[in-house]
């Protein structure tokens, strides 16, 4: 166990000093970006950075002055010192990379009230000078040593970070025709309208268009030159929408204020539908806090209770969906609560059955592995302190759920216990649907709207080939 200690008044000697290195890394700058609140772009953006008088990302200048006071509190005088006064200069700036020494050193001793002054000096990796300043404290008189407290370790997240990464890959693919499915209120109109506007979807608005319009008033967006279908209610949107997909008008759909069984049911007619050979499926995909790339979860709002031939199209219509997004070969884990095969467990024989389909060629395009208790797929030391040898565990692109209560519940998790983003999309159909709950925001709106642009491309880039 490490400790800290102080020097106490009486100990102290003019002379003394004590010193501690670190070496500036963008975490630092995070960190205290996000304990001052002080996001000068000089600090946090690196393109306003370049441009700026430095032409480089650098550090709080209270930064280095921080570091000062660790070494005041916690080496020289140590625990139980208290600050009085701090005078700092700044003479360089301290860049990401650069390894910064700060040394204090006792420069006099009042003993009426037991003030000490200490130089205060900080020098970069060449011996420059970077801070240079003086410290008033009081000094302590009784002796301290307590063990080191052990810091927490912390993990930053940029919310929806690789959503943006999502939106930012169609910034080279044609906008494609979207049927808006009665977008009646602010947040699914608002999201439609601003997928527009970044050049992922040309939306053709379906709904009453009275109630269309005083939405867009609402919320201060214009309509020009946009496409309104006007029907009477929500049950009319839907089975317009479909018509106007069968019709080849429109390359996907995407959810406004409507139920998806409402949505839904004029999608799986199948005389009117937009049906394929394929089950039709829903895959979220999350962008989870401290796992190093986007999840996807399915099925977790469609199929129920889903058979083995279900699931063959569940896993099939994810992977599918993952190649899309850019991962040539996705990774599956097939979830069940343990896992070894056990005939009582029926998750279990359907991982395994999966896997061997796999296998002999009846699911493609990616690697699978199951059954996998959840902790085993997305954990690599849970993996391998449980013996098990995996490509996917502990490094899975995709979630296969045994069936939808035991989806909706990680999936909800995620969202509400770990701060994950989560962005919705229907397969299986003959276009790509759009479904986020209507809880969502813009971000997570955009984000599925990209997922099924993206999809589009690809499937198209598939069939020409």
């Known amino acids: 166990m490490q400790f800290i200690e102080n020097k106490t008044f009486d100990e102290l000697r003019i002379g003394d000093s004590a010193e501690l290195t670190r070496k500036?890394?963008?975490?630092?700058?995070?960190l205290f970006a996000v304990m001052s609140g002080d996001v000068n772009p000089s600090h946090v953006d690196e393109a306003f950075a370049k441009s700026d008088i430095f032409h480089k990302v650098i550090a709080h200048g209270m930064w280095g002055g921080a570091l000062v006071s660790a070494v005041l509190g916690t080496e020289l005088p140590g625990p139980g010192t208290v600050y009085l006064n701090q005078n700092l200069s700044f003479l360089r700036p301290v860049g990401l990379g650069d390894t910064v020494t700060v040394r204090v050193t006792v420069k006099d001793k009042a003993s009426e009230h037991h003030h000490v002054t200490l130089d205060c000096l900080c020098l970069n990796q060449s011996g420059e000078t970077v801070i240079e300043g003086?410290?008033?404290?009081?000094?302590?008189?009784?002796?301290?040593?307590?063990p080191r407290v052990v810091l927490p370790e912390v993990h930053l997240h940029e919310r929806a970070a690789r959503f943006q990464d999502l939106i930012h890959a169609t910034a080279s693919l044609p906008a494609v025709p979207t049927a808006v499915v009665h977008p009646c209120d602010p947040l699914s109109l608002q999201g439609a309208l601003e997928a527009a506007s970044q050049g992922i979807i040309i939306p053709v608005l379906i709904g009453p268009r009275s109630k269309i319009e005083a939405i867009a008033q609402e919320i201060g967006r214009p309509l020009t030159?946009?496409?309104?279908?006007?029907?009477?209610?929500?049950?009319?949107?839907?089975?317009k929408?479909?018509?106007l997909a069968r019709a080849g008008e429109v390359g996907m759909l995407m959810k406004g204020k409507i139920h998806t069984d409402e949505l839904l049911a004029p999608v799986v007619d199948r005389k009117?539908?937009?049906?394929?050979?394929?089950?039709?499926?829903?895959?979220?995909?999350?962008?989870?806090?401290?796992?190093?790339?986007?999840?996807?979860?399915?099925?977790?709002?469609?199929?129920?209770?889903?058979?083995?031939?279900?699931?063959?199209?569940?896993?099939q219509n994810a992977i599918e969906l993952g190649q899309a997004l850019g991962v040539a070969c996705p990774k599956?884990?097939?979830?069940?609560?343990?896992?070894?095969?056990?005939?009582?467990?029926?998750?279990?024989?359907?991982a395994a059955a999966l896997c061997k389909m796999a296998a002999r060629g009846q699911i493609t395009g990616g690697v699978l592995d199951g059954p996998l208790a959840f902790d085993n797929a997305i954990s690599r030391s849970a993996a391998q302190t449980k013996g098990i040898v995996s490509d996917v565990g502990g490094d899975a692109d995709i979630l296969i759920v045994p069936d939808l209560e035991a989806g909706n519940m990680i999936a909800k998790q995620l969202i509400y216990l770990a701060g994950a983003d989560a962005a919705g999309l229907v397969l299986g159909a003959r276009i790509p649907i759009v479904l986020t709950s209507r809880s969502d925001g813009v971000m997570s709106r955009l984000a599925s709207a990209a997922m099924a642009q993206l999809f589009v491309h690809r499937r198209a880039a598939d069939i020409s080939l």
């Open 24 to 30: 500036l890394t963008t975490q630092d700058i995070e």
């Open 134 to 146: 003086e410290a008033v404290v009081i000094a302590p008189t009784q002796k301290v040593r307590r």
């Open 225 to 239: 030159d946009i496409r309104i279908v006007d029907v009477p209610h929500s049950h009319a949107a839907a089975e």
């Open 241 to 243: 929408a479909v018509a």
């Open 272 to 315: 009117t539908g937009l049906r394929t050979e394929r089950r039709i499926t829903h895959v979220f995909t999350l962008d989870v806090p401290n796992y190093p790339k986007p999840l996807m979860i399915s099925d977790a709002a469609i199929n129920i209770f889903p058979d083995l031939a279900a699931k063959r199209d569940i896993v």
């Open 332 to 350: 599956v884990a097939v979830l069940s609560a343990v896992e070894t095969v056990t005939p009582s467990i029926p998750s279990t024989v359907d």
